[in-house]
């Protein structure tokens, strides 16, 4: 994995230290270790030291971004790549815990806690390393317009996001919720059938983002207003507004390409990366003491972990768990909440493990609910 630093040079060396503008959001590194050979000035080592940390930083944050089966690959693939140069920067907020010289081996560390800008951070992958760009993990995405005039702007949005790699919902899938009333009324603002909305989009399409608004298009004055909402939360986490001669104008208004900083597409994807995925975890025929069992068992992994690859065996991943919470107890089936900092895929194969490890048989997979069962004794 050290490989990946080769790209992370470029990605915060030029303003790597300076303070976000307002709202920028950031993945939190709880610990990351950097090292530098003391060659005689510690001063100078020490600096060396911290870079390598914030480099650490920005590899573990790449972790939490990129799908699970790709990692490997990833690392492999920086390792080729040539640096960019960041025009922003992407370590911010951080703070050392502390800093160690260590005479015998002739090395300083550096140990710090930091938050990673996942804006320039995307923008940076996708203007410079295509290939790392597609490995992150995109959220799985519906559109849902209100259209007036003859140009169909909703057609236009959908390929440019699947030209952008993530994962749209075929509108026949939305038709198929089975009331169109309610669609039309939740794309047009209506609170109550927005709530309709995401509830079903959540639990009958795993869809985790709902692009939802208003479009005309009509030739000469095409006009569209549209925000996108975090189903897990309800929350809005991206809004755009366009005008232009035609369907086309509008949708390069909203979506101009790539992670852009004031593109829609950009503000979507970094508030996405550093919200928490919720995973439903169904545990059937658990008792009361099993489930208390797997809840005090994931506690450990809640805390934070250095990253520091200066020694192979110290985990080079944030925490798996950010939290844990019974949602229901019974004796057929119970409800237990788990959080993670990682994405979809990452997220279901880590947290599959760590129930499995716990003394659960998983039985079904589906989106982000995992099905579990105590194992049989051996």
């Known amino acids: 994995m050290r490989g990946c630093s080769v790209l992370l040079v ?42 390598d940390a914030k480099r650490n930083a920005v590899e573990a944050a790449l972790g939490v971004m990129v799908k699970s089966e790709t990692k490997v690959e990833l690392y492999e693939l920086v390792a080729d790549q040539a640096q960019v140069e960041s025009r922003e920067g992407v370590v911010f907020d ?21 938050r990673v800008a996942s804006r320039p951070l995307i923008a940076q992958l996708e203007q410079g390393f295509p ?29 440019q996001l699947l030209q952008a790699g993530l994962e749209v919902v075929d509108k026949q899938q ?65 809004a755009g507004q366009a005008q232009g001669a035609d369907a086309a104008a509008v949708v390069r208004g909203l979506l101009p390409g790539g992670a852009e900083q004031r593109d829609l597409l950009g503000q979507m994807l970094a508030t996405w990366v550093t919200q928490p ?47 844990a919470i019974r949602r229901s107890f019974s004796p057929a089936v119970s409800l237990v909440e788990i959080r993670t900092p990682l994405r979809r ?18 039985t079904n997979v589906d989106g982000l609910r995992i099905n579990a069962a105590p194992a049989p004794p051996t």
């Open 277 to 323: 995925t919720t995973i439903t975890l169904t545990l059937s025929k658990a008792s009361f003491q099993q489930v208390r069992d797997l809840l005090s068992g994931l506690e450990p992994f809640r805390r934070p972990r250095t990253v520091d690859f200066t020694r192979p065996a110290e985990s080079s991943r944030l925490p798996i768990v950010g939290e």
């Open 345 to 362: 895929s990452a997220a279901i194969d880590a947290v599959s493990e760590l129930v499995g490890q716990l003394g659960f048989s998983i």
């Open 94 to 114: 951080d703070q050392i815990l502390e800093e160690k010289r260590d005479d015998a081996a002739q090395a300083v560390y550096v140990t710090i806690r930091c």
């Open 10 to 51: 470029g990605l915060w060396c030029a303003l790597a230290g300076a303070q976000p503008p307002a709202g920028r959001e950031g993945i939190l590194v709880p610990r990351a270790v950097g090292v530098a050979n003391l060659a005689g000035d510690f001063a100078a080592a020490r600096e060396r030291a911290l870079v």
């Open 131 to 159: 290939q790392v760009y597609a490995a992150i993990e995109k959220p799985r995405l519906a559109v849902v317009l209100a259209e007036t005039g003859g140009q169909r702007i909703g057609t236009g949005l959908v390929q």
């Open 174 to 238: 939305i038709d198929a919720l089975g009331d169109a009333d309610q669609v039309a009324q939740a794309a047009a603002g209506n609170p109550a059938a927005m709530a309709w909305l995401v509830g079903q989009a959540k639990s009958n399409l795993n869809v985790e983002l709902l692009l939802v608004g208003r479009a005309d298009g009509t030739a000469g004055a095409a006009s569209a207003e549209v925000r996108v909402v975090n189903t897990w939360d309800a929350r809005i986490i991206a």
